[in-house]
């Protein structure tokens, strides 16, 4: 019994390994294939109403997509337009830059005993030995957008292909499966399909809310641009946990470069914080809601193996591709222990919450 335990165990061990090692050597390949997957649940319902209005299933498809390549470019635009607004600032925050920096090297000289000649010293040993930094930098992200410029255009063409081509899938699929699991086959795949359209459109429609949110508290606290700001701070969400503190970052430094005071910069800091309270307490348990499942400590390792398997792609798609697999697992009777596992633990939580309050208050949930 212990040898046959102890059996399982490596075989599991080894083919953990097996598929992490085929998961980052294949990342080119596969997280174009990923990307459009999930893209291609949440357009699903999109092409089927179209369908139905007797658009033809190729016409739907293209509708489908052009919709979602529209939604993304006007994104897209949107930041550029109000990036051209940061960019007509750069000559005062190059002049505001420089006081801090003079500032800093003030205090350098006072508090901890460094000449300014010696700071200058420094600064002439690190500018020559990183010649070259700033094109190599350039280079890296030149590099970076072509990439993913690149993987858009291919996912694109996925997208298109898993929507006109998804009963074909279906068929190939049902006829892995005995006879006797084809409807149970066919409920895991309706059932994934449904748990991506829900964390992603409830995704995007948080990632608005957040945009209104960041805007009105930034705008009260007088932070220059506080439309881009809240912009970016909201399409960073879809990076979870990261995102959204990588975002307040940079609008706090850019706070600081601008200008800002201090009590300008723990505006900025009260902002983020009651965002987070409300997005945390309402936003994702009203929006988002519970489809996704997992247990926190899964959703970190997700996002941490995600992210060192297939950068920040492996963390955008971590935790919708983790909820499908639990689905996987909940239906296959040797899967079920790790579904367990993976999931929340002990039994739904009885609604208390204020996003419980907010969804009772409205009538949402109730049964009919």
């Known amino acids: 019994m212990n040898k046959s335990l102890l059996t399982r165990t490596v075989l599991i061990c080894l083919a953990i390994v097996l598929f992490g090692t085929i998961l980052y050597f294949g990342r080119p390949f596969l997280v174009p294939i990923a990307l459009a997957g999930l893209l291609s649940m949440l357009l699903l319902p999109l092409a089927t109403w179209l369908e139905k209005r007797k658009l033809g299933r190729g016409l739907s498809t293209l509708l489908s997509v052009l919709v979602l390549v529209a939604g993304i470019g006007g994104i897209l635009t949107l930041l550029s337009w109000q990036m051209t607004h940061v960019t007509e600032d750069l000559s005062q925050i190059k002049t505001v830059a420089t006081d801090r920096m003079e500032q800093l090297r003030q205090f350098t000289s006072d508090r901890l005993g460094i000449s300014r000649e010696e700071q200058q010293h420094m600064m002439e040993e690190n500018r020559s030995s990183g010649a070259g930094g700033a094109a190599k930098i350039a280079a890296a992200v030149v590099g970076a957008l072509l990439g ?119 505006g900025v800091l009260i902002t983020y914080a009651l965002v987070q309270f409300f ?30 398997v297939w950068g920040v792609p492996g963390m955008i798609l971590a935790i919708p591709i983790l909820g499908i697999f639990k689905i996987i697992c909940d239906h296959v009777e040797v899967l079920k222990p790790y579904g367990f596992l993976i999931g929340q633990p002990g039994p739904k939580t009885v609604k208390t919450g204020i996003a419980d309050k907010v969804k009772g208050l409205f009538g949402f949930g109730k049964k009919k």
């Open 279 to 308: 997005q945390n307490n309402v936003l994702t348990p009203l929006i988002v809601g519970s489809e996704v499942n997992i247990n926190p400590v899964f959703t970190i390792m997700a996002l941490l193996s995600g992210e060192l």
């Open 148 to 266: 993913g410029l690149v993987t858009f255009i291919i996912a694109v063409v996925y997208i298109f292909m898993f929507l006109y081509y998804r009963n074909h899938f279906k068929k190939f699929i049902l006829k892995l499966v005995p006879p006797e699991s084809k409807t149970e086959a066919t409920r895991v795949m309706t059932e994934s399909s449904q748990i991506a359209q829900k964390y992603l459109g409830g995704l995007g429609l948080m990632i608005v809310m957040l945009w209104v949110l960041y805007g009105i508290g930034f705008s009260i606290v007088g932070v220059k641009n506080a439309v881009f700001f809240a912009i970016l701070c909201g399409v960073l969400e879809i990076v979870p946990y990261v995102g959204n503190l990588t975002g307040t970052t940079i609008t706090l430094l850019m706070t600081v470069a601008q200008g800002g005071d201090f009590s300008m910069m723990v």
